[in-house]
T-cell receptor, first 113, second 113 residues
Framework: NAGVTQTPKFQVLKTGQSMTLQCAQD?????MYWYRQDPGMGLRLIYY???????DKGEVPNGYNVSRLNKREFSLRLESAAPSQTSVYFC????????????FGPGTRLTVT | KQEVTQIPAALSVPEGENLVLNCSFT??????LQWFRQDPGKGLTSLLL?????REQTSGRLNASLDKSSGRSTLYIAASQPGDSATYLC????????????FGTGTKLQVIP
């Protein structure tokens, strides 16, 4: 089983450039999430999608947009990258309504110069 | 706002020792609590999920307990091995806001051969 996959694994952007991080899951999960992980901050929720066709803001949504393309895929877009968006980005999925156990992808390491 | 604390931030133990990792949370109205391990440069791997109605969960050498009234969970690792070296994270999902998950900043464990 592939589980949760993310592309790319690494990316370097210049300030102002845009890019889309891709995420896909093959577990037929309804809910999908995007987190960022920064040293000393823990993981913080950027956006989530409770089900196909819905998206909602998490704790740190500014500077990001998301698209739930279908049940399998959930993408995260940086329209104009800033150095503060240098981070490791994780996608996760979980089943509903129970038990909401989350499964994570391997992450995308993004550097904005 | 839910706050999740993991103390200590780092722990070093000799191989074979039994150890306990701690996770504290401020809002006891939780839906579930999940323990993860994260290896350097990797994604998060789910270890155990405890629903709010449960007191503990076990998997192999791992045992996680939950005391909602005191806002605490512990992860017990029996007979530690060098392969257990990783960062251990706990994540708390609130009741009601099922999609809002708060992570602790983790305990970095080193098991010395």
């Amino acid at each position: 089983n592939a589980g949760v996959t993310q592309t790319p694994k690494f990316q370097v952007l210049k300030t102002g450039q845009s890019m889309t991080l891709q995420c896909a899951q093959d577990m037929n999960h309804n809910s999908m999430y995007w987190y960022r992980q920064d040293p000393g901050m823990g993981l913080r929720l950027i956006y989530y999608s409770a089900s196909e066709g819905t998206t909602d803001k998490g704790e740190v949504p500014n500077g990001y947009n998301v698209s739930r393309l279908n049940k399998r895929e959930f993408s995260l877009r940086l329209e104009s990258a800033a150095p503060s968006q240098t981070s490791v980005y994780f996608c996760a999925s979980s089943a509903q309504p129970t038990p909401y156990e989350q499964y994570f992808g391997p992450g995308t390491r993004l550097t904005v110069t | 706002k839910q706050e999740v604390t993991q103390i200590p931030a780092a722990l070093s133990v000799p191989e074979g020792e039994n150890l306990v990792l701690n996770c504290s949370f401020t809002d006891s109205a939780i839906y579930n609590l999940q323990w993860f391990r994260q290896d350097p440069g990797k994604g998060l791997t789910s270890l155990l999920l405890i629903q709010s109605s449960q007191r503990e969960q076990t998997s192999g050498r791992l045992n996680a307990s939950l005391d909602k009234s005191s806002g605490r969970s512990t992860l017990y690792i029996a007979a530690s091995q060098p392969g257990d070296s990783a960062t251990y994270l706990c994540a708390v999902r609130l009741s009601g806001g099922y999609q809002k998950v708060t992570f602790g900043t983790g305990t970095k464990l080193q098991v010395i051969p």
